[in-house]
């Protein structure tokens, strides 16, 4: 018997029984569908946790000044602990084996005006490595460079909120806008960045893009503090050459700024990395519940498929004894019955995974949960519902290939 | 010698008893040979056809077909031998409701391996020799009795098989239509088929040259039919 014609009769069958073949499909529908919603929803958390912690360096160290209120922060003062300090990216640097690049930056929250218009922003003062380390890319004209740092030039770079705001339909570069009492000349454009939503310890979540960036030897120069006990710089990143000692480097630098701060607690260091880690575990345990829900419900469909096998080798008892007749062996009928349950599996699992594709577009559009479909969960969701319809198939086929020809060819 | 059956005994398990069906029949068929199997129900001509063809086994004794000692085949050799030897052509047509004339024919040749191009052509040369070549796409329910007894006579011969085993050819069909089926018989046995007919009427045996009375399980008289019913 060939193969091809079991199948031509498994389709035939099919289309024959249209409305029952899709009862028995259901639960193959649902179980296959839940599948790929659920991996597509477990797959968007992960990227959009990934793209997060991309933007602040998965090879990175983060080391944050802490927020203070004024009396911590005179306490903290008057335990002789300067607070972050360019000293203590110079320490740091000296000391910790395998970095890469260490980035210094000093923030300051205070308006930008261009003529008439002012916008509250983010004054971030950074050395010409801060680019490449954390992923800014620039939309025109270009970044802050060594020549700006070292002739301590009077340029920004902006985001792309605040040149939005400032210049419609104008060339920003070239143009002259005024911080504080100094007119800095914009040089480039930042690419809009996603909002920073969620506070990852220290760092709090924000609007990006509008901050104005700067060159740090500008603004320790130019600039006042925001308040005469304000730490010299507010952040270092740390750039290892790989993320292997990420662990090992933040205990070293703990210890060194501990000492520089005089067993002052008023930094914290943030490990992006290890951040993403953990989160990844904690969402593998709810993805693990999710994947356990969706299989109940793919073998709660692979029982119907049986189910309704079962009635159907009674059913056609007498069409297995004719086919027995006429030479059809104990594999034959078998194989016959298998293929059947194959290909209503196999179609249950393509209208599953069209319309687990579609509730994960329609999960995207209407809630803010972020869907991303692999190609492996479609693989892993359809051979999922091709292995159901071969073991949920076996009994019944089995029981059908077992009945005596001379019985059932006279069954009534 | 085409079938050499010795001592045959079969039994049928009711509960825990044994009860005997055929009792030790001996009995021997000649290629193209048209022999009648009769005797009333409960004799143990449905059982001894079942053997014949290869659906039931024997209990005991031996059943050669062409000098192949039957009774010792397993299940997948006993399909072998339904699909290459016999013809089944049963009172109630036993064609499939799904499937159309040409089809039907073909199911055997499915089995057989054959390709598909191959097997259309030998179907329709089956369906053409019953006289059935413009009904080839017909469905079963779209045929008449005498028709579908004809889809299935020709689904028996499609193979080209030892022997034609037909079980009440004619008993679901008016005595019009058994007629034309009896003759389609006859010529078959012309053309050099050997058949086997199992009935319970006389009026039917009489067509065939041989005829075997079955009774309680043994052969109470196997005798050449001397006054033929011949049909003109």
Request: net charge negative; glycine share 8%; with cysteine.
């Amino acid at each position: 018997m060939q193969y091809g014609e079991n199948v031509r009769l498994a389709l035939q069958g099919l289309t024959d029984h249209k409305f029952r073949s899709f009862l028995t499909m259901l639960g193959i529908i649902f179980g296959v569908a839940s599948v790929i919603t659920m991996l597509s929803i477990g797959e968007g958390a992960k990227r959009e946790a990934i793209a997060k912690y991309q933007d602040l360096g998965v090879n990175n160290i983060i080391i944050r000044e802490k927020t203070l209120s004024d009396e911590e922060l005179e306490e903290v003062r008057a335990k002789f602990s300067q607070g972050l300090s360019i000293q203590d990216a110079q320490v740091i640097s000296e000391i910790v084996p395998g970095v890469e690049r260490i980035a210094s930056q000093a923030e300051k929250n205070t308006d930008v005006k261009y003529n008439d218009k002012s916008i509250k922003s983010t004054i971030v003062g950074i050395t010409p490595d801060f680019q490449s380390m954390m992923n800014y890319k620039v939309q025109k004209g270009y970044f802050i460079n060594d020549k700006h740092y070292n002739e301590r030039l009077k340029v920004c770079v902006l985001g792309a909120g605040v040149a939005a705001g400032f210049f419609k339909g104008e060339d920003p570069i070239g143009k002259l806008v005024k911080i504080d009492d100094q007119w800095l000349e914009v040089v480039g454009v930042l690419e809009s960045k996603s909002l920073f939503t969620e506070t990852v310890g220290e760092l709090a979540a924000r609007d990006l893009n509008t901050d104005v960036f700067v060159p740090l030897s500008l603004f320790l120069n130019r600039f006042t503090r925001e308040n005469v006990l304000s730490s010299e710089i507010q952040q270092i990143t740390v750039q290892l050459k790989n993320s292997d000692k990420l662990v090992e480097a933040s205990k070293i630098i703990n210890e060194i700024l501990r000492r520089h701060h005089f067993n002052n607690d008023d930094y914290s260091i943030v490990i992006p990395y290890e951040l993403l880690k953990q989160e990844e575990k904690e969402r593998q345990i709810y993805n693990f519940l999710l994947g356990a829900i969706a299989a109940i419900s793919l073998l709660v469909g692979g029982i119907g498929i049986m189910n309704i096998m079962l009635a159907t080798v009674m059913e056609r008892t007498r069409e297995i004894g004719i086919r027995r007749s006429v030479g059809a062996r104990k594999i034959d009928i078998m194989s016959q019955f298998v293929t059947e349950s194959v290909v209503i599996s196999i179609t249950g699992g393509i209208i599953g995974v069209l319309t687990g594709i579609v509730l994960s577009l329609i999960v995207t559009l209407f809630t803010d949960i972020n869907t991303f479909i692999k190609p492996y969960s479609v693989f892993l969701a359809f051979s999922f519902s091709v292995i159901v319809g071969v073991s949920f198939g076996y009994l019944p086929a089995k029981n059908a290939a077992n009945l005596k020809p001379v019985d059932s060819i006279r069954y009534e | 010698m085409l079938i050499e059956i010795k001592d045959l005994k079969k039994n049928y398990l009711l509960g825990d008893v044994e009860i005997p069906v055929i009792h030790g029949i001996n009995l021997n068929i000649e290629k193209n040979e048209y022999v009648a199997i009769m005797g009333p129900s409960g004799s143990g001509k449905s059982t001894l056809m079942n053997i014949l063809g290869c659906l039931d086994t024997v209990s005991s004794g031996n059943y050669y077909f062409n000098e192949m000692d039957v009774s010792t085949l397993d299940d997948d050799a006993l399909s072998i031998m339904r699909n290459k030897e016999i013809g089944f052509i049963f009172q109630n047509f036993n064609l499939l409701p799904r499937l159309n004339a040409i089809q039907n024919v073909e199911l055997p040749l499915v089995y057989a391996g054959t390709p598909g191009a191959e097997r259309k052509e030998k179907a329709l040369r089956a369906l053409n020799r019953v006289g059935l070549s413009d009904r080839v796409n017909h469905k079963p329910a779209e045929l008449s009795g005498g028709q579908r007894q004809r889809v299935a006579i020709a689904r028996a011969l499609v193979t080209n098989p030892g022997i034609l085993l037909a079980d009440e050819p004619t008993g679901a069909l008016d005595s019009k239509t058994g007629v034309e089926i009896m003759r389609l018989f006859e010529e078959l046995h012309t053309e050099g088929n050997t058949i086997i007919l199992i009935t319970h009427e006389q009026e039917i045996a009489n067509y065939a040259h041989r005829n075997i009375y079955l009774k309680d399980g043994m052969i109470h008289s196997d005798k050449i039919n001397s006054d033929k019913t011949i049909i003109f």
